[in-house]
Nanobody, 124 residues
Framework: QVTLVESGGGLVQPGASLRLSCAFS????????MGWFRQALGRDREFVAA????????YYGDSVKGRFTISRDNYKNTAFLQMNSLGPEDTGVYYC?????????????????WGQGTQVTVSS
């Protein structure tokens, strides 16, 4: 059974940066593509970024391109989301997800396992 645990969220001011981490356990990490999604209050879950098994291929949602960077460390079984130039529109619960079949999946149904989420709040 795969377990994902996110960390690194918090309350920051507009323009600040945060780095989220997603610790993966239970199966060989390099067998899974990874993704990040976010969900603001009252809204659907939104695709943020995805990364292939080797870390070579990355994909981003339009709203975060140029500001966020997804990466992974297959030795440490961890995925990361570096978020720069944060704005109030980035507020929400951020979830990491692992998928065995799709690379670059942009929909929740492309992923098999989910973490519990970490709250990111951007406010002055």
């Amino acid at each position: 059974q795969v377990t994902l645990v996110e960390s690194g969220g918090g309350l920051v001011q507009p323009g600040a940066s945060l780095r989220l981490s997603c610790a993966f356990s239970g199966r060989p990490f390099s067998n899974y593509a990874m993704g990040w999604f976010r969900q603001a209050l009252g809204r659907d879950r939104e695709f943020v970024a995805a990364i292939g098994r080797s870390g070579k291929d990355t994909y981003y949602g339009d709203s975060v391109k140029g500001r966020f960077t997804i990466s992974r460390d297959n030795y440490k079984n961890t995925a990361f989301l570096q978020m720069n130039s944060l704005g109030p529109e980035d507020t929400g619960v951020y979830y990491c997800a692992a998928g065995a079949y799709y690379t670059g999946g942009t929909k929740p149904e492309h992923y098999n396992y989910w973490g519990q989420g970490t709250q990111v709040t951007v406010s002055s």
